[in-house]
């Protein structure tokens, strides 16, 4: 009997420890304990002295349940503190990145906004020295010699020594600074925007300007060489096929000096040039010497080749002459006052005067030609 109630004992145990809770309570109220006799057995005489322990008891058996129960609480709180612990600290490692993020949004919005700035102001500080430096660029143009010749010219639309009212316009806005265009892009090349006083527009390849005002001024000189009695010849050089370098006289004087002949090379060139800007606000004429310069380097070796001088005729923008042109051109009227019986400084008057006229006439139709 012993032997037969501990196997029950240990088959309960066993399956309390695979069931639920409902089904130890159960099984442990249907165990039936053997009797040997009428009175119920004392729980110490069913076992011998040698036998198993006794049997647990419901209370026993409750009370594994119980601290199964606890396990699997503890487990489960457990399991939802390191949950939460990890939410925790994901949520923290978000708001890390988060504010990291955000700081360095910040910092490179202010450093754009930094940078924006100091662009801004540098570009504010260019222009406004580009502004003052053409301003003090006109102003030494406009002093220099035989510059403003063109404003004492009497009107004569018979000799052809007039302006348009609107050239004359356009004419007085350019020569006081005064500003002629107002943001408009160039219609002869859209990706270049007119600016404000004209400089591109008088020094644009495109359009036929530029020819345009360089034939015009070499007519005059070849007419009053002409009118001298110098018998000039025009472009001449190489042939007909060659190209502008290879013929360096716009106009040949067959006889200029002691027997040789001059070859005179008429350029414009602008006063507001980069490479020029800095040094005509301080010196008049030094865009023309330094024109004078190219025109020597790429002329002069021609020029000795068929034994002629080369005398650059240079003029800037604003009226102001190359020295060599002052020179050769004072020689020129010389020479026609003579002819004409006349007083030089007349002849040199009536000379700057419609050379002046002829240039600011081909200035104001470039920048009218480029006007919507």
Request: charged share 15%; glycine share 4%; hydrophobic share 35%.
């Amino acid at each position: 009997m012993h032997l037969q109630l501990s196997n029950e004992l240990k088959k309960l145990v066993a399956d309390v420890m695979n069931s639920s809770s409902n089904d130890i309570i159960v099984k442990c109220c249907d165990v039936q304990w053997q009797k040997e006799e009428p009175s119920p057995p004392s729980p110490t005489l069913l076992f011998t002295e040698t036998s198993s322990p006794s049997p647990p008891s419901l209370f026993t058996t409750m009370t594994i349940f119980t601290n199964i129960t606890n396990y699997r609480n503890i487990t489960t709180f457990a399991n939802i503190a390191i949950n939460r612990t990890i939410t925790t600290f994901t949520n923290i490692t978000m708001y890390r990145n988060i504010t990291t993020f955000t700081n360095i949004t910040i910092h490179r919005t202010i450093t754009t906004i930094t940078i924006y700035k100091t662009i801004i102001y540098f570009q504010t500080i260019i222009i406004f020295k580009t502004i003052i430096i053409n301003r003090m660029g006109s102003s030494f143009v406009h002093s220099s010699p035989h510059a403003s010749a063109w404003l004492s010219v009497t009107p004569s639309p018979r000799l052809n020594l007039h302006l348009e009212p609107a050239e004359f316009q356009v004419a007085l806005k350019w020569w006081l600074g005064i500003p002629v265009v107002q943001g408009q892009s160039c219609p002869h090349c859209p990706s270049c925007v007119l600016d404000d006083f004209g400089h591109h527009s008088l020094t644009c390849k495109h359009g036929g300007d530029v020819v345009s005002r360089h034939n015009k001024l070499r007519d005059v000189v070849y007419d009053f060489c002409q009118r001298a009695c110098l018998g000039p010849r025009l472009e001449m050089g190489c042939g007909a096929g060659s190209d502008s370098q290879s013929r360096p006289a716009d106009v040949l004087v067959p006889n200029w000096d002691l027997g040789k002949p001059a070859a005179f090379d008429l350029s414009v060139t602008s006063t507001l040039q980069s490479s020029a800007l800095l040094e005509a606000s301080v010196t008049a004429g030094s865009a023309a010497q330094l024109a004078e310069n190219r025109k020597h380097n790429n002329s002069d070796k021609k020029c000795d080749e068929l034994g002629w001088a080369c005398i650059p005729l240079v003029v800037e923008t604003y009226g102001c002459w190359g020295a060599e042109a002052v020179a050769a051109l004072s020689k020129l009227a010389g020479r026609l006052s003579v002819r004409n019986n006349e007083q030089k400084s007349k002849t040199i008057f009536s000379l700057y005067s419609r050379l002046g006229l002829t240039l600011v006439r081909a200035n104001c139709r470039a920048i009218l030609s480029r006007l919507t």
